[in-house]
C-alpha cells in the first residue's frame, strides 16, 4: 500500500494546491478525540504541530525513496485539474479555444491560468505566516505565466497541425455564417462540405486534392443527387397539392386553348346578360347623355387624331350621319317621374329632357355593324365609332344616367363588365376614354397567343422572353393580365408558376449547376425579373425560393477556390510517391552512415517509404472524412494546453515541500 499511498499523496499535493498536508493533519487533530486520528495531544493547537510534521517527513520520504510514485501523482493530479478547469468552463484559454479565437488571445489565456495555477500552489505550500505565503504566491507568477504561455503556444500549434494534416483546414471565409448555411441546405435535404460551409479558400484546394484522387466521390455523387430531388421537391410544394408538370412548356399547351374558351364564354355570357335585360322598356338612358352622343364621338376620333375625310372615307362619313339622323328620329318617353304623356320640349323628335329607352341605343349599335362593316380605307374610322359608342355607354352607367329597377341595373352593369374583358381580350386598345391603358401590351399579347398558331416554347418566349433572370419588360403586366384572365387558382396559373420553377433549376430534362442556378434565382427573386416573381409567388414562396439560391450559391466553389486546370492536384499524387521514396532513400542512407549493413539499411528505407505512404493514406481518408462529415469545423477543446500546464507543474515544484525552485527568497 505504501506506492499507492506515495501515489495518492502526490495527486492531492498538487490537487489541492499544495495544501493537502495541512489539510490531513488538521482533520486528524479535529477527529482524534472521536475517532483517533492522528497523534494525541492536550489541544487542536498541539494535536495539528504533531500532524503536520508527520505529514511533511511522510512528503519528504516520498520525494526522496519513491520519488517516481510520487512525481506520477503529482502529473495525474496536475493534469486531472488542468482537464477539470478546461472541461468546467473555469480556464481562460480552454473558453478562447472553445469559442473560436485566436493565437492571441489562447497565448494570454495560457498566461493567466498557468500564473493563477503556480500562485496558488505557492501560496499554499508556504509556511512561517501569511507574508511567507503571499511572497511564494507572487514569486511564482511569473514562472506559471512563461509554463501557461509556452504550454499553449505548443498545444495551439500541435492542435493546428495535426488539424491540418488530418481535419483539413479549419478557416471560416469573412462574412460566412456557418450555421446558417448549414441549416438552410438542410431544410433541402442537400449535404454540405467543409469548404463549401466555410467558403474557405485552403479547404476548397483540400477538397480539390481529394476530388483528384477520387476520395469524394462518393459524397458528389449523393450531393448531385439530393440537389436533383431538392428541385423536384420545391416544385411539389409551389404546386401546393396540384399535379407536378413534366416541363417548362407544358403549361403551355393548354393555356391558349384555356383563354380562347374564356374569351369565348365572357363573351356569351354578356350578350347573354345584357340583351335579357337592354329588352326592358323601363331601362331608360338620360336625355341630355343620348343628345351628346354625337359629340361624344367626335372628341374621341379628335383624341385618337382620327379624321374622316368625307372624300375618302365615305363609310366612316355615312356612319356619323347614320348617328345623328338615327338620334333624330328616337321616339320619346317620358320619364318616370313625369306623366305618361310624353313631353316635347323641342322639335318632333328632338331628344331634350327626356330619356330614352336602353334598348335603341342598342339599335343603334347594331344598325352601324350590320351597315357598316370595318374594311378598307374606313376600317380605322368604323372601328373608332364603335369604340366610342363602348366608351359613352360605360361612361353612362358610371356616372349613374342609366334608371332602371336595382336587379337589372345590377344584370346590366355585369354584363357590361363581362363585354368589357371579352373586348379586352379580343381587341385590346391602347387608350381607354382619354385614358391611356396600362394592359395594351399583355392584352395584345394574350390575344397574340389566342388567334396565331404557335408551339407551347414558343407562347413561352412571346409571354416572358428567352431569360427567366431578366424577362421581357412587360413581364410584369403580362403575369397580372394573366392571373386575372386565368384566374389564381385555376390549374393553368398553378402550371405557369411551376414553369417559372423549372426555367431556373432545369436546362431541358437535366439539372443545372449550381452557381448558374443560383445566379437565375437571385435575378428573378431581387433583379429584373423581382416583378414578375412578386405576382407569381406568395412572400413566403419567394423566402424559400431565396434560402434555396444561397444554398446553390455555397455549393458553387469561392472565385479564389477554383482550379480549371486542376494540374497541380493532379500531380499532386505523383509528387507524393516520389517524395516518399526520397525519404526512404535518405533513411536507408542514414542508416547505413550509423553502421548497420546494407541488407538492414534497405529494411530501414523500406520501413520508411511504406510508413509515410501509410501515413499520406490514413491523411487523405481523415481529411475526406471530416470533409463530409463535419462541414463545420469544431474548435479546440482547449484541453491539449491545459495537459501541458498541468503536467508541467510538478517540474518546477522543489520535490521535498512544493516550493518552486526558480526563485530565492532574499
Known sequence: ?????????????????????????????????????????????????RNLAEQRDIDRSDAKDRFAYRLGGQLAGGVGSGVALAKGGLSLAANAAQSGKGWMARLLGGAADGGIAMAAHGFGSGEDGARNRVWNAARNVPTGMALGTVGEGVATGLGNLAGRVFRGSSEVAPGANLAANVAEAQQFGIPLSRAQATRSVPQANIENQLRSQGAMQGFDDAQRRAVGQSVDDVQSRLANGAPAISGQAAPYDDVASSLRRKRDALKAASQDAYEASVNNPNVLVDGEAVRSLPDFIRGKLDADNILIDPMYHTGAARALRFVNDYLARLPTAAKSSDSATPMLSGPAGEVKSVDAQLRWIENLRAGLRKNFPPVGQDAPGLKAISSAIDDWTDDVFERGLVSGSDDVLQKLKTARSKWSEYKGMSEPRSKIGNRLNPRYEAQARVRSIMDKDMSPEEIGKILWGTSVASPKASAHMTALELRKVLGPDSPQWNAIRQSFWLRATRAGDQEMNPSQIAKNLHGFLKGDGKGVADVLFSEAERKMMTAYSNVMRVLSPAKAGLNGSNTANRLMPTLRKYASGIMGALSAGGAL??????????????????????????????RASAAVRMPVPANSSGVGGAVLRGGALPMLVDQNKGKVSVFKRP
Open 1 to 49: 500500500m505504501g506506492k499507492v499511498d506515495t501515489v495518492m499523496r502526490g495527486a492531492a499535493d498538487i490537487l489541492s494546491a499544495g495544501l493537502a498536508d495541512e489539510i490531513s493533519a488538521g482533520g486528524d487533530a479535529l477527529f482524534n478525540p472521536v475517532f483517533g486520528t492522528g497523534n494525541d495531544g492536550d489541544s487542536f493547537s498541539e494535536r495539528y504541530d
Open 593 to 622: 552512415y550509423g553502421g548497420l549493413g546494407p541488407l538492414e539499411a534497405s529494411g530501414v528505407g523500406a520501413i520508411a517509404t511504406t510508413s509515410l505512404r501509410g501515413l499520406s493514406g490514413l491523411a487523405n481518408a481523415s
